[in-house]
Structures are given as structure tokens and as C-alpha cells.
């Protein structure tokens, strides 16, 4: 039941890193490497803050900024200096290695003797549910584990809602235009450079509030919590967009959601029952191989004749 | 629109299927009823074997009452470790904790125990305490009716009179025996006032040394043999009781017999040991505890004498004797125990047995390392010898997040879950998790460069609660005097690391300040990856360094070859601190043993296992340094490793390794020379 509540809260906190790959990846159509830098951003600009006793909120927003600016960096060395997509986040994300050394100081930080959101939500439980364990479904579970679940998962709501307003405003709207075909959107009289640097800020910003909650979640942030989180990203939203069928906003959205959720649960499982621990990765790779198909197959089960395709957006 | 719902729904389902598939595979630890575990404490004043047999013998007897601890109780061991003060601290943590009850052993612990307990008045068990009713607890000889109705107990007298009869039975000419006795222990005084009445009866002059603190004890025993005893005796002292060894010793130097009230300093050289079998007095408390835990009230239990006597005697010292001693056939029939010359002891006559529940201990790690590897070796040989036998009654569960940090809170959490005794988090990034994510399990470290800088703990011995384990810093210091020593004209040495591992970069900057108080300096290039090690190396030469130091940093580890053939090369030496670099070209290695540091884990985890609590067991610095030495690359480099290093940081266990490997790499021939040294010869 503990790993059950931890899978789906890191699922939760890791769907802002698949909210904002969904952003660049699938509104903007640019593969934005500098995801692994960003997060450990915004864990090392939050850690850093809240270790001088700056309160978590504050520190987390302040780690989000820190994201908001990696993506504005990616977004200027692509648009102004002409500089490849792919590389402008690969020199963002290179960047931020030292830069991150340099916030934190060192290369991992301890955060279990100071203040953070996940003491907050400590706090939150002892007034909720007292201090003793509660019955859930029969099993036995630390209130704890449950707020932060909850907190998780109303901070992503939270999100997720303001992300569906802003995108049906008139600069959401031009955004997402611009993702899908920025020569119309230049020929309208839109400037489509500064619409991508703002998403990519948009997008990393919410990667990086993604580090900055993991960081509190688990105690430490470290420099090197970043590796391969781009590609783990991009396979949950390639799961959610190919579960949600749909390009209309508010699927995609839980569509990333779900993905992101889905994924860890995956990994969760393939732990339960880790054979050798060599083989961890193969069996997490075997189930997000299943999880792909599987609708497939059941929809030709079923009879329907509709083609789809896997994981490729339409406008991609 | 309705597509999109589906999706949407299909996700849903999904998600839903694997929280089942979670929870299906977690049923059986459901529990309907709140949990029925009832926590008991058992303190200990200090690690004394009569003490830890007392505390075995309580544990198995509850157990064969149908009492297992990690089963229907949740056992929590504490000791003092022989501290008045810490003794003071542990007694009030266990009256504040939720324990249901709490059995101590020895007198200091029944003391401070019944002071802390005052308020909370949980039922208090005690046992192996000389005098109960001397102790100041409010047990009264005289008016058994009036004491606190939570406490119960027994006390074990020791047999000091029958002690002194078997002297004088053995020696009908014995006239004057010493004893050196702590005046501040109760148990101590009521033991020598018997024994005054006894000499007195026996027509035997006491020659009485009192001491105040352990410091005093060599001196007073060498006065006492100054005095012309003719024996001396040990009664039940805790104080005294820890440095008999040492006084036995002397006694025997001087051809004196030493008869002891604990059985088992018969082992330790006394003549003769008459005492309670302490293993017994634990079963008889532990019996006593089960029927409280049953619910019969404490103060229904009379607090009676018990003494198990054992009788334990060493023949094998008569020779060293000055006088003649003669031990009587019946009397050496009667004894439980004959240490001869033939047969000298050091096998304890009881072994306990843990046989009865399999233990399951957790495993986990960073990513796959020959340096863990060997870790773990060390581990399970540490525990086999502690008598927990992979196969036999202990299992380990071994996961590795495969280099992926975010995969490591969540195996530490499933181990959380896994209902394992102990979970032993190797490297600092799992010993990070672990300590955001364990909350029920007792947490063992090992592998770790510096637990206090990843968060467990203020200092070695404050430290979170639920955390033990062992720190290993690599021998920094020898590092430079082996480079020093090694080339003392050398102005720079250069060295690669990852600046994202936190041990290489505090490694990195003690070397750097140590080398530029010996006036050279540390030129230092980052890498991210093992694919810049090639380059960064060829970057170091190309600076005019000297030599090459690498720290046991994972990333230059992982790529070693590149540097060394850089290295090799450029015709300078290459310092590693991870042992195993002298098999990839390493020229000289100094580094912990990672074998040991895993096997003093084992000691700690199986003090764990046995039911201790980790909250008091201080952290521990354990770093067996070793050097290894490849001969051969020396010679090439024209180079002589000083036999005698720099005073300031002396080389301990010089050990010489030798790759064959290596050499025949330079097509060299081994002297035999170096050969015949070499304490260990890699197969080529």
C-alpha cells in the first residue's frame, strides 16, 4: 500500500515534468533537451533557499523561475542566434551542469533537518489525522504518505487548470498555433519567436517545479537527479497522447497526466517483482511496450476498423 | 470528443489495474484489527557477556513461550555501554517510548530504569542484579508488601561464601586473599561484607583495596600483590568485573590464583569461577515477563533469590601458579566447564541459537561495482560469523537502481514494505533515500565516505533514530605521503574527477590542501562522463604533471584504462585509491578494503537482528586501509617506493600486491625478489 501511495505520488509530482515535455514536445514541436538541466534547477534553486531558511513556497516558486529562465536561454539561442533546436537545449542543459554545482555548492544536498513543503504537509497530517497510523481499505498507512498524495495531486489539478485557461486565451491560442504552423502565424503578423520562448519558459518552468518538489519529496536534491529524466518524460506523455487518442487540449492535458502516472506505476510493479535487479530496466521497458499495444489490440478485438497510430501527434 | 473520453477512460482503467495489481500483491500484510505487537524494551548497562547471555536467555525463553520478537513483539534492545550518563538518556527514551514493558539487566540499569519509570509506571522486569532490596529502588527485605506494584524481579546473589569454602577446600593452607572492590556499586559492598563474614568463619585474613573509578584497578591489584596475598578474589562488580582480563593477568605473572564469582573468567586465566549461570537467570525473568505480558500483575511476583550455579575451572594455569593448587577429582567432576592445557577454552560453552526465524536483510545499491561486490562478501561473511548463515536463517534481498537515482527512494520504499529486519543501504546516494523513506525498518549503512555530510546524523553518535552503519573515508593522508615519498621533487600532480559525486569532491579538496602544505599543487580537470577521461588525461600531461592521483571517484574508476594508458605513456605514475585500479595499471593503490568495511556492517546489523536498537549504536569510521604496490611499473618508471614514509603520515599494513598482468603488459619479468614479498600474487 506505502509503495502504491509513494508510485502514484512521485507519479503526480513527475506529471509537471510530462505537462511541460508536452508543452515543447508536442505543442512547439521541439524536442527540448534542456528538460534534465531544468529540473535539477529548479531541486537545487529551492534546496539552496529553503537551507538559508527561505519558507518552501517561496523557494519552490523561486526554483520554477530558475526553470522559467533555462527555457528562456534555450528559447533565445534558438530563435535569435539561429541555433538548431536539438542544440540549443543540449548547450542549456550542459550549461546547467556547472551552474547547478555552483547553486548547490556541492553536488548533493541533505534536506532532512529543515523546513519544506513535505514537513508542511507533516504538519497538515498531524492536525488531519492525529499521529497514529489510519485504516485504509484494511491496510495500516501513515497519514502522512496520504496528505502529500493529496497535496500532489491538488498541485497538479491546480496546474493542469490554469495550463487549460491559459491555453484558451488569446496568447495560448497563438502558442499552440504556432506550434502547428508558425509561417501562418508570422504571415498573421505574430511574433513566433517570442511565442517560443515563452513556451519553452512555460514549459521548463514547470519541469523545473517538478525538481523542486521531487527534491523536498525525497529529502535531497542532487546534481545528477536529472539524467535520463528526458527521455523517462517524453515515454509517459508518448503513453498518456497515445491512451487519449485526441488533440484536443483538455485530453492531451490529462493525457500527460495519466501517462506520467501510469509509468511509474509500471516501474512500481516491475520492482515488486524485481527478478535480477539487472533486468529491472527490460521488464519496465516490456510493460510500457505492452501498455502501448494493448488498446490496439483490444479496439481490433473488439471489431473496430479505425486506424490509429501509436505515439505520433497528428500536426508532428 | 467521445474518442478522446475513451482514452481518457482506457487510461484510467490502466491505472487502475496496476493500483490492484500493487495491492493484490500486498494483501497479506493487511491487517484488519489494529496491529497486536506489544513493544518491550530490554536495556542492558553494558555489552558484558554475562550480561548479553542474561538477555539471550530471556529472549529465547519469551520465545518459547510463544512471544517471537518481529513477530508477536516488537523487541528493542538498548545498552549504555557502560556510561552512567548515556545510561541516564536511554532509560528516559524508554520510558517516553510506547513500549509495554521494559526488562533490565544489571544493577545500574534496574536503578536508572526505576528512577525514569517514577511517572510512567509501565511494569519494569529485572534480573542479574546482586541485591535488589540494597539497590534503593523501594524493595524492602523486610516489608516485601510495600514496593511499587509495577516492579518485579529477581536477584542472583552471587555465591561468594561457597567461593571462598572451594578455595580453602583446594588449598586447606590458604591464609590471605585480596580483593579490589568498587565502593560506589551496592552490589559490589554486599559482596565484600559476605565475604568479610566468611574470611572471618574460615580463619582467612580479606586484604581489601577499595577503588572509585576503573583507572585506579592496575594499581590497586599491584599493591595487592605487594601485600603478600596469596589469592585474590573477584566478586560481582561491574566496574572491576570489565578489567578483570588485566588483573588476572598480573595475578598470574606474579604466580597467584584468581577465583572469580562470574563462571566465565575461568576463559580469561581465573582458577576457578563459581556463579549463577546468567543464561538461566535471563530464562527465569523471561519466564516471569511472558506471565506479565499475559497479564499477571507484577506485584503478585515475590521477589526471590535465584542462583543457577555453574562451576567453571581452568587447569591449564596451575603450572604458572607459585604455590601448589590442587584441584580435588570430585570437584573437578562437579564443574560444568574444565579448561585444560589440552583443551584451552575459547569456545563459550553456550552458542545461542538463531536458528528458529529466518531474518531477511535488504540490499541495495547505486549501480553494479567490483567494489560493492566485494562489500557485500564482507557483509555475509560478517554475518555468518555472527551466526547468521545465508540459506540457513538468514535471506538477502539485493537490488540496484542501475545507476538511476530516480529509482532509488522508490526500492527503498519497497523495502520499507517488505517486511525485512534489517535494510542496508550501500553507497551515499541509497543511504540518502533511505533516509527519506524508511520509516519502519532499522537502517545499517556501509560503503559510505561521510554519513554525516549526506544528513544521518549531528555527529558519530548523535544521529537519527533507526540509523547505524559504518563510514569510510578513504586514507587521504597516506595518499600524499605515498606521493611525496614517491616523488619529493614534483611540484604538480593531476587529478580527474565527476564534481556531481560528493565524496570524489571533498577528496579532491583535502588532497589539494594537503599537497600544497607540501608545497605542490593539485591540478584538477571535471568530467561528466568516462568518454572525457581519455582527453582530460591527456589535458593533465600536456599542464606538466607529474603524476596522476585518481580518487575512488565512480566515473574515473569506470574508464581507469583510458588514464592509465595515458599514463604509461607519458612515463609518469598513476596513485589510485580504490584497490582495485593496481589490476588496470595503476602504479601504487592505497585505499580502504571494502570487504571490511562490509563486514563491520555485519556486526552492526547483527546487533540489530538480536534485537538492539539502532538509535543508540553510534556510527562507526571504519577504513582498513591497504597498499597495493605494482613493482614492476615502478621499476619502469625508475622509481623506489620508501620502505619508511614520512613520519607525519606513517604507512600502516604496507601489504604488496602484485599483477603479473600488468607487468607482462611492459614485457617485464618479476624478480623473484618481488615476487617472494608480494603477500598476494594476482593470477595472470
Known amino acids: 500500500m506505502n509503495l502504491l501511495l509513494g508510485s502514484l505520488t512521485i507519479g503526480f509530482i513527475l506529471s509537471l515534468l510530462g505537462l511541460g515535455i508536452y508543452i515543447s514536445f508536442w505543442i512547439f514541436s521541439f524536442p527540448d533537451m534542456t528538460a534534465d538541466g531544468s529540473i535539477v534547477v529548479g531541486a537545487a534553486v529551492a534546496a539552496r533557499l529553503m537551507l538559508a531558511g527561505v519558507a518552501p513556497l517561496p523557494a519552490t516558486l523561486a526554483g520554477m523561475l ?210 535480477n535487479p539487472n533486468d529491472l530496466k527490460l521488464v519496465t521497458a516490456l510493460f510500457v511496450f505492452a501498455t502501448l499495444v494493448l488498446p490496439g489490440v483490444l479496439a481490433k478485438l473488439t471489431g473496430r476498423k479505425k486506424k490509429y497510430q501509436t505515439g505520433v501527434p497528428h500536426h508532428a | 470528443m467521445l474518442k478522446g473520453l475513451q482514452g481518457i477512460g482506457a487510461g484510467l482503467f490502466l491505472i487502475g489495474l496496476c493500483c490492484v495489481i500493487l495491492l493484490l500483491s500486498d494483501w497479506h500484510r493487511r491487517q484488519g484489527p489494529p496491529p497486536e505487537k506489544r513493544t518491550v524494551s530490554i536495556f542492558l548497562f ?107 524481579g529477581i536477584g542472583t546473589f552471587q555465591p561468594v561464601k561457597e567461593v571462598f569454602h572451594l578455595a580453602r577446600q583446594i588449598r586447606p593452607e590458604l591464609r590471605r586473599v585480596g580483593v579490589v572492590w568498587c565502593t560506589s556499586e551496592t552490589c559490589s559492598e554486599a559482596c565484600t561484607v559476605l565475604a568479610r563474614e566468611v574470611c572471618e568463619e574460615l580463619g582467612i585474613t580479606l586484604v581489601e583495596m577499595p577503588v572509585v573509578t576503573s583507572s585506579e584497578i592496575t594499581d590497586a591489584t599491584r599493591a595487592l600483590l605487594a601485600r603478600n596475598v596469596e589469592a585474590i578474589w573477584i566478586g560481582g562488580d561491574n566496574i572491576v568485573e570489565l578489567a578483570t582480563p588485566g588483573i588476572i593477568e598480573m595475578a598470574l605473572q606474579a604466580g597467584i590464583p584468581v577465583f572469580a564469582n562470574a563462571p566465565i573468567h575461568a576463559e580469561n586465566g581465573a582458577l576457578l569461577g563459581l556463579g549463577a549461570d546468567y543464561y538461566q537467570v535471563g530464562a527465569a525473568v523471561g519466564d516471569l515477563a511472558a506471565d506479565v505480558l499475559e497479564g499477571r500483575a507484577p506485584a503478585s511476583i515475590p521477589v526471590d533469590n535465584v542462583v543457577p550455579e555453574r562451576l567453571f575451572v581452568n587447569t591449564a594455569i596451575l603450572p604458572r601458579l607459585r604455590d601448589n593448587w590442587t584441584i580435588p577429582a570430585p570437584l573437578l567432576a562437579s564443574a560444568a566447564y574444565v579448561i585444560s592445557a589440552t583443551n584451552t577454552g575459547a569456545a563459550t560453552p553456550r552458542t545461542t541459537t538463531d536458528a528458529a526465524i529466518a531474518r531477511r536483510v535488504g540490499i541495495f545499491y547505486y549501480g553494479p561495482d567490483p567494489m560493492i561486490d566485494r562489500g557485500i562478501e564482507g557483509y555475509k561473511q560478517g554475518l555468518a560469523d555472527e551466526g547468521f548463515v545465508e540459506g540457513k536463517n538468514i535471506e538477502f534481498l539485493i537490488r540496484h537502481a542501475q545507476g538511476d537515482a530516480s529509482q532509488i527512494p522508490q526500492i527503498a520504499r519497497q523495502f520499507d514494505e517488505a517486511d525485512l529486519d534489517v535494510i542496508t543501504p550501500m553507497t551515499t546516494p541509497c543511504l540518502m533515500a533511505a533516509l527519506g523513506a524508511v520509516r519502519k525498518t532499522p537502517v545499517v549503512f556501509t560503503l559510505v565516505y561521510d554519513p554525516v555530510g549526506a544528513g544521518a546524523g549531528a555527529d558519530f553518535t548523535n544521529h537519527l533514530p533507526g540509523v547505524t552503519g559504518i563510514g569510510s573515508f578513504p586514507p587521504l593522508a597516506d595518499t600524499v605521503a605515498i606521493m611525496t615519498n614517491l616523488l619529493p621533487a614534483a611540484k604538480k600532480i593531476g587529478t580527474i574527477y565527476n564534481p556531481s559525486e560528493a565524496n570524489s569532491s571533498k577528496a579532491v579538496k583535502r588532497v589539494a590542501a594537503m599537497l600544497k602544505e607540501c608545497g605542490m599543487d593539485l591540478e584538477m580537470v571535471t568530467v561528466a562522463s568516462s568518454a572525457e577521461l581519455h582527453t582530460a588525461a591527456l589535458a593533465l600531461v600536456q599542464r606538466g604533471c607529474e603524476a596522476i592521483w585518481i580518487t575512488g571517484d565512480n566515473t574515473a574508476v569506470a574508464g581507469f584504462a583510458a588514464i592509465h594508458a595515458v599514463a604509461r605513456d607519458a612515463r609518469i605514475p598513476l596513485i589510485s585509491n580504490d584497490l582495485d585500479m593496481i589490476n588496470e595499471g595503476a602504479t601504487v593503490a592505497v585505499g580502504f578494503n571494502p570487504w571490511h568495511s562490509g563486514e563491520a556492517a555485519a556486526r552492526l546489523t547483527a546487533r540489530v537482528l538480536r534485537g538492539e536498537s539502532p538509535d543508540f549504536i553510534p556510527f562507526q569510521q571504519v577504513s582498513v586501509k591497504k597498499v597495493a604496490v605494482n613493482e614492476a611499473d615502478l621499476q619502469r618508471l625508475r622509481l623506489t617506493m620508501p620502505t619508511q614514509t614520512t613520519p607525519n603520515a606513517p604507512v600502516s599494513r604496507t601489504r604488496l600486491l602484485v599483477a603479473p598482468t600488468t607487468a607482462a603488459a611492459y614485457g617485464l619479468d618479476l624478480p623473484p625478489a618481488v615476487l617472494n614479498r608480494a603477500e598476494r600474487v594476482e593470477a595472470p
Open chain 2, 46 to 152: 553494558s555489552d558484558r557477556d554475562l550480561l548479553e547471555e542474561s538477555a539471550q536467555g530471556c529472549i529465547d525463553r519469551l520465545t518459547a513461550r510463544g512471544l517471537r520478537p518481529g513477530r508477536e513483539l516488537i523487541l528493542r534492545r538498548y545498552s549504555a555501554n557502560a556510561d552512567m550518563s548515556m545510561a541516564n538518556s536511554v532509560a528516559k527514551t524508554i520510558a517516553e517510548s510506547d513500549s509495554a514493558m521494559v526488562i533490565t539487566f544489571s544493577t545500574p540499569a534496574l536503578q536508572v530504569m526505576a528512577a525514569a519509570n517514577r511517572h510512567r509506571k509501565m511494569p519494569h522486569l529485572f534480573g542479574t542484579v546482586t541485591d535488589p532490596f540494597q539497590s534503593g529502588v523501594g524493595l524492602s527485605r523486610a516489608n516485601p508488601a510495600a514496593r511499587p506494584a509495577w516492579l518485579a
Open chain 1, 66 to 275: 530558475a526553470g522559467a529562465l533555462a527555457g528562456m536561454v534555450t528559447g533565445i539561442i534558438h530563435t535569435v542566434f539561429k541555433v538548431n533546436n536539438l542544440l540549443a537545449g543540449i548547450l542549456t542543459m550542459t550549461a546547467l551542469y556547472s551552474i547547478n554545482l555552483h547553486i548547490m555548492g556541492r553536488s548533493n544536498l541533505p534536506l532532512l533537518n529543515i523546513r519544506t513543503l513535505s514537513k508542511d504537509a507533516a504538519a497538515i497530517a498531524q492536525r488531519l489525522f492525529g499521529s497514529a497510523d489510519i485504516n485504509l481499505l484494511g491496510w495500516q498507512v501513515n497519514p502522512l504518505d496520504i496528505t502529500q498524495l493529496l497535496l500532489a495531486g491538488g498541485a497538479v489539478m491546480l496546474v493542469a487548470l490554469v495550463l487549460y485557461a491559459f491555453f484558451r486565451t488569446q496568447l495560448g491560442m497563438a502558442m499552440r498555433a504556432t506550434g502547428d504552423n508558425d509561417q501562418m502565424i508570422r504571415a498573421l503578423g505574430g511574433n513566433t519567436n517570442l511565442l517560443k520562448i515563452l513556451g519553452l519558459a512555460l514549459s521548463n518552468a514547470l519541469i523545473a517545479l517538478s525538481g523542486a518538489l521531487l527534491a523536498q519529496y525525497q529529502g535531497f536534491a542532487d546534481v545528477q537527479m536529472g539524467i535520463g529524466m528526458l527521455v523517462w518524460g517524453l515515454a509517459s506523455v508518448i503513453i498518456g497522447m497515445a491512451l487519449a487518442r485526441s488533440n484536443r487540449l483538455g485530453f492531451a492535458l490529462s493525457g500527460a497526466i495519466i501517462g506520467s502516472i501510469l509509468f511509474r506505476l509500471l516501474v512500481a510493479i516491475a520492482l515488486r517483482w524485481g527478478l
